[in-house]
């Protein structure tokens, strides 16, 4: 499992745009935004879509949440 690089390739549910990064402005497109179509560190959605996948994995391979203890 590589969790180092799972909130770079986590899915997004909805549609988030950010301003071109500094440097990769094209000419006549300054005014223009980038639609992500992946999660990026520092956005809120990476580690909730992550926990979400992991547990819809872990269900589907027959595992059960332990009630005492969720974090189990």
């Known amino acids: 499992m590589d969790v180092k690089t799972a909130f770079l390739n986590g899915e997004l549910d909805e549609e988030i ?3 071109q990064p500094d440097g990769f402005v094209l000419d006549g497109s ?6 992500l179509m992946k999660s990026l560190y520092g956005l809120k959605q990476p580690p909730k879509q992550w926990h979400e996948k992991f547990e819809r994995t872990l ?3 027959g595992f059960v949440v332990n009630e005492a203890d ?3």
């Open 70 to 72: 969720k974090c189990v």
């Open 17 to 19: 745009y950010m301003e």
């Open 30 to 35: 300054e005014g223009k935004v980038c639609k």
């Open 59 to 61: 269900s589907a391979a």
